[in-house]
């Protein structure tokens, strides 16, 4: 008896032979079942995913008091969620259609290749919510290593997240996974001579956690790069430069380069100027300058008083090299570049009142007119 037999009375004979021909090995009514069953599943999802966000908008009272679940909630979670339900029923829809091996087995492959992924994801959404807790809990922390341990420690589990999860992936499909990583152990001794720089950044990236030379938004110097610290990665650094742009440096270069931490100067400035003036200035209009120039410091209280040097230092080929070198306290130091450029056109006002003038590159020539004797 099959199938149709019940049913013969409302279903034409084409029509039946039709449902019961045989295509790659399986009736078509059953390839019927298939297509309407994945496609209800479809609509299903659709459904779900409207009653997930639902449910996140109706708990929001009861996610607030939760740090994790606030965070877990605001991303989009509901379409892995929602994927993970049916690729189960899906599961569920082939095993029960009495399918042929070949076809049963390669459904439920992609089925479970649905289910792995979405997994993994979901479970990865969590490490990011994580990854929000810590950075919330580490802003109230007195300690500056933990702004800095927060990102590295996100990005650390998010990795494992995905090794891990590909590992129980592939032990689902049959790899044998203990003779994967038994491979991998014998060819170690290869992995780690190509690894070298990799060992050594992450080194450079514990011993800079550690030694803790700067933060995050410090203002450094190293090598021949200024900027601010904008990340420290598990292999390297980043540092937004005024130019804005991001230069990388590995932290096996940071940890031994000399660091120059200009933020460490608790907003404390300096200013420095070698200013050429013109031999034709007189001694009487350089002493003059620099009394009036002591004078103006002395009235700027932002000025450090016992860090001041304004002195005639040295006589250059063109010109008299005067130094002037001072530090200064700001709030701001964003104002640095605007606070210098008013101490110049302060320092500019005072050699024009003393009709000082500034020196240039020149060079004399003598030329000797000798009479030719015969």
Not at 303 to 318: I, K, Y
Not at 335 to 350: A, C, D, G, P, V
Request: charged share 20%; hydrophobic share 45%; aromatic share 12%.
């Amino acid at each position: 008896m099959t199938l149709f037999e019940n049913t013969a009375s409302f279903l034409s004979v084409e029509f039946e032979h039709l449902l019961t021909s045989v295509v790659i090995s399986i009736p078509n009514w059953k390839w019927l079942f298939i297509f309407l069953g994945f496609s209800f599943l479809y609509l299903v999802r659709r459904f779900l995913m409207n009653g997930l966000k639902y449910l996140k908008q109706t708990q929001k009272h009861i996610v607030e008091k939760n740090i994790f679940l606030r965070h877990f909630y605001a991303l989009e979670i509901e379409a892995s969620l929602s994927l993970i339900i049916l690729s189960l029923c899906a599961m569920v829809l082939v095993e029960n259609l009495d399918l042929t091996l070949n076809l049963e087995k390669y459904l439920l492959i992609f089925c479970k290749l649905f289910l792995t992924y979405n997994a993994i994801h979901i479970i990865y959404l969590a490490a990011e919510a994580f990854g929000f807790v810590m950075q919330s809990w580490s802003t109230k922390s007195s300690s500056h290593i933990d702004d800095q341990l927060a990102p590295l420690a996100t990005k650390t589990l998010k990795v494992l997240i995905v090794i891990v999860g590909g590992l129980i992936g592939l032990q689902n499909f049959g790899v044998n996974v203990t003779a994967l990583l038994a491979g991998l152990g014998i060819g170690g001794v290869a992995l780690a001579f190509a690894a070298q720089d990799t060992v050594s950044n992450v080194f450079g990236t514990i011993t800079i956690l550690l030694d803790s030379p700067f933060k995050l938004g410090d203002r450094i110097k190293i090598l021949d790069v200024e900027g601010t610290i904008e990340e420290v990665g598990f292999r390297s650094t980043r540092i937004r430069t005024f130019y804005n742009s991001v230069i990388t440096l590995p932290n096996s270069v940071v940890a031994k380069e000399k660091i120059d931490n200009l933020t460490a100067r608790e907003n404390t400035f300096r200013f420095r100027a070698v200013l050429g003036f013109s031999y034709a200035s007189t001694q009487a209009q350089i002493q003059k300058f620099s009394e009036h120039l002591r004078y103006y410091l002395k009235q700027e209280p932002s000025v450090d008083q016992q860090r001041v040097t304004v002195h005639l230092t040295d006589f250059a080929e063109s010109s008299m090299s005067f130094l002037i070198s001072f530090h200064y306290k700001l709030n701001d130091p964003g104002l640095e570049t605007i606070t210098n450029e008013n101490y110049l056109f302060q320092i500019y006002k005072i050699a024009a009142d003393q009709k000082l003038q500034f020196a240039f590159p020149t060079r004399t020539l003598l030329v000797e007119n000798k009479r030719l004797i015969e």
